[in-house]
């Protein structure tokens, strides 16, 4: 009787293993593709990121396969909440896929409130908590314009700094959608400015009455998505900055040679290849761009005149049980590095190009290479239902997620000649290490909280926050 058992499981066993198989390796033709939830988006904006087509024949498990990354694409294009593809009217071979998104909000005309330092740890500690260091105005973005993915941005901001910016983006400009279009152009005054770095904390110079900078800075970018993955980016962009006598005088290479006024071309192309599952905060995939810069094309006869060339490398692995690894190396080579000016650094301490744990410091240096590693375990993660108190479809659906995490970050600086405004952190190794949480909201707004303790021996707290908005 165990036998004839035995036999019977065996045999359900075999036979199931090998229906699967079948399921898997049966061909499929793709009548129709279904969407639905797109109120405003054009369809050619989702389509343009499938990897199949209607009409096409496909074995189920490429089909099951593509979901996967296409569902990827279509929500990282940032329209959506939510993005599921699924195969329906399924018979004799052929069947429709349907895909269902559920649009986010796209209009944030958004008050400014926000401090004027690199980060909420430089004001925090070396500028003492100094409310007066806070900018404000209106942030107004429509995202979606038109349906077609575009980006309209007006920037009006007033207080330490004042900024005025008109940012438009179109991702396509043809029927092939591949070729992409950005212009921005910005006006900057201040009667605050950084004039000169002193231990690797910028000091400022400061006025009641006049403004003591003025610039202007115009981009056009052209882009290629030669893939679904990777991007061609030609940027042309024309920069001037206007000084007062006072901040000549108190560091003459600022704009160098004692010079009040500055203007200068770049001219740049780089190559991105993007196959991340979420360009906001990714848990997978990978990102990696090479860039090359001339910053000077002599139009001018200010003595701008140098290359920049940017590396940045990722690589996301994604385990079971909700852990995560990311390693990350960024290397930046400006070149040549004599008689540069002040205003012309580059710097380590702005946006990503951070050593965590040196967070309160900025490094100036003419080339450097940064390598950070993190592993960490999501922790939480739940959608919350807030439909009884929020009235709008797009936020009625909130997310919460939290990560625990590990890292270890590393990097060398080499430093500008006959400058010792960085020369603390600079022509030697630095490294740090630390574990915090990443809160992840709404849109994947993300607070990052790190505990670090760097090699100067130094432990800090550190808070960032991360937005798209």
Same mark, same amino acid.
């Given at each position: ?141 429509? =995202? ?198 002040? =205003? ?126």
């Amino acid at each position: 009787m165990k036998r004839i058992l035995l036999f019977y499981v065996l045999a359900a066993s075999l036979t199931s293993a090998w229906s699967q198989e079948q399921d898997s390796s049966e061909l499929l033709t793709v009548s129709n593709i279904i969407i639905e939830g797109n109120f405003k988006t054009k369809e050619r904006i989702i389509t343009r990121e499938l990897s199949f087509e209607a009409g096409g024949t496909y074995q189920r498990y490429q089909l099951d396969s593509m979901f996967v990354w296409d569902r990827n694409r279509i929500y990282s294009t940032n329209l959506f909440n939510s993005v599921r593809l699924e195969i329906v009217n399924r018979q004799e071979g052929q069947a429709d896929i349907k895909i269902t998104v559920d649009e986010r909000w796209y209009l944030y005309p958004l008050p400014i409130f926000r401090l004027i330092d690199r980060n909420f740890n430089d004001w925090w500690v070396n500028r003492d908590r100094d409310l007066s260091r806070v900018n404000y105005g209106l942030k107004i973005t429509q =995202f979606n314009f038109r349906g077609r993915n575009e980006v309209l941005r007006l920037w009006m901001q007033s207080g330490f700094e004042t900024v005025l910016n008109l940012y438009y983006q179109v991702p396509y400009i043809d029927k092939k959608q591949n070729h992409g279009l950005l212009v921005s152009s910005s006006y900057f005054e201040s009667k605050n400015v950084p004039v000169v770095t002193i231990d690797n904390v910028r000091r400022f110079a400061s006025s009641q009455e006049e403004i003591l900078r003025k610039a202007y800075r115009n981009t056009v970018a052209h882009s290629f998505r030669s893939s679904f993955y990777s991007y061609h980016v030609t940027t042309i962009g024309h920069t001037r900055v206007d000084v007062r006598d006072t901040i000549a005088a108190i560091n003459p290479n600022y704009l160098g040679d004692g010079q009040t006024q500055l203007q200068y071309v770049t001219l740049g192309h780089s190559f991105v290849w993007d196959k991340r599952n979420n360009v906001n905060y990714p848990t997978d995939g990978s990102f990696h761009t090479v860039g090359l810069t001339k910053v000077g094309l002599g139009l001018y006869a200010d003595g701008v005149d140098y290359w920049r060339a940017r590396v940045d490398l990722t690589k996301y692995w994604a385990f079971k049980d909700n852990f995560f690894l990311a390693s990350n190396i960024i290397g930046v080579s400006t070149f040549p590095a004599e008689e540069r000016s002040y =205003f012309t650094y580059a710097s380590i301490g702005f946006l990503k190009e951070v050593l965590r744990g040196y967070d309160l410091n900025i490094i100036e240096a003419s080339s450097y290479a940064l390598q950070r590693n993190e592993f960490k375990h999501q922790l939480f993660g739940r959608k919350y239902n807030i439909s009884k108190v929020m009235p709008v479809r797009q936020f009625q659906t909130f997310p919460i997620t939290i990560y625990g995490k590990v890292f270890f970050d590393q990097g060398y600086a080499v430093g500008f000649p006959d400058y010792d405004g960085s020369a603390r952190l600079t022509d030697k190794y630095l490294h740090s290490l630390g574990a915090g949480l990443d809160l992840v909201l709404v849109n994947d707004i993300t607070f990052r909280f790190e505990f670090s303790r760097n090699g100067e021996d130094q432990t800090h707290f550190f808070i960032n926050i991360l937005s798209l908005l």
